[in-house]
């Protein structure tokens, strides 16, 4: 006898969360509302942009609640009237308190970034790449009172490609997200998810990140500054000091290359890229962006200067 379909109600706001939602939409449970951020002022004129959760929640006709708090007894009573079974997070972008954790029959589930207990917090996949970690991945988690420590219910693994970015590794994992969630649901209905417990001594944290850390530290070696390149690219992007000019980089390239030059110095530049000097090895910068122009190849950018080499490349800006 088949089971009735899942009412559930749907959390989650950044494009991270689109798969997931297409998913459910087109799979045999109910989304019976969605719950997302309120819409906000972007661009330089500040015009009111909705969420891509809310686009497509529209598109679909189901019900939208963009709170502004999400501890309020109105709050809970709008959710409580959709008599959902289950909720589902991704991406949202707020802590649950335990009255929603607990106001589903079957609690809440999390479809979380990364291979947890590792990267534990709201940038799994910057981190991923910024440690350099050979399988990345997604776990469904069901959700507790503390960030990202509930049980496990699915994981799913991949391995990255080596030039692997912020950027192009997260609809990866959003579309990984997606298809483990389905498999999540189809083994909760079949009676056959079994939760494991996660081992938090393994935990590491994956906290947001903020411009400050993109300032390249040449006193590293060459492949962990390639990793947080990578791991900043689209944002918040690495950048150091060129000639007195704060310029962003990206696509970076270990060279396996000793020198005597201290960290930091420009070994050669050319169309190829620019040769720096680290800790340890060399590191190739192949892409730019210099402030308030475009990003642009090594070749563009020296179109019209020419960078001597044996000057320094700043971690801080210039005095």
């Known amino acids: 006898m088949e089971r009735p379909p899942f009412r559930i109600i749907f959390m989650g706001t950044p494009d991270f969360a689109v798969p997931t939602l297409e998913a459910l939409l087109a799979g045999p449970d109910r989304v019976v509302a969605v719950v997302t951020q309120p819409d906000r002022p972007k661009g330089r004129g500040r015009k009111m942009v909705a969420p891509p959760i809310k686009i497509l929640a529209e598109k679909h006709n189901i019900p939208v609640h963009q709170p502004t708090k999400i501890k309020t007894d109105d709050f809970q009573n709008t959710l409580r009237n959709h008599a959902p079974d289950l909720c589902v997070v991704a991406a949202y972008g707020r802590i649950l308190p335990p009255q929603l954790l607990t106001l589903p029959p079957l609690g809440c589930i999390n479809v979380h970034g990364s291979l947890l207990p590792r990267h534990r917090g709201a940038a799994p996949i910057q981190w991923a790449v910024i440690k350099g970690d050979q399988e990345v991945g997604v776990t469904i988690i069901q959700m507790d009172e503390t960030m990202d420590t509930g049980d496990i219910l699915v994981q799913r693994a991949i391995t990255p490609a080596p030039d692997e970015t912020a950027g192009t590794l997260f609809p990866k994992i959003a579309q990984l997200g997606s298809q483990a969630l389905m498999d999540t649901l189809k083994m909760l209905s079949d009676g056959c998810l079994l939760p494991t417990l996660q081992n938090h001594e393994q935990a590491t944290a994956a906290p947001l990140l903020s411009k400050n850390d993109g300032v390249i ?80 190849s090594c070749e563009a950018f020296l179109n019209g200067q020419n960078l001597e080499a044996g000057i320094k490349l700043l971690s801080g800006e210039p005095r």
């Open 217 to 296: 530290d040449w006193n590293h070696p060459a492949h962990e500054l390639a990793c947080l390149i990578r791991g900043l690219d689209p944002w918040p992007t690495a950048f150091c000091w060129i000639t007195g000019k704060k310029v962003q980089i990206f696509s970076p390239e270990v060279v396996f290359q000793q020198t005597k030059q201290s960290p930091g110095t420009l070994l050669r530049a050319d169309r190829e890229g620019l040769l720096v000097a680290t800790e340890k090895n060399c590191l190739l910068i192949k892409e730019l962006k210099p402030e308030g122009k475009r990003r642009m």
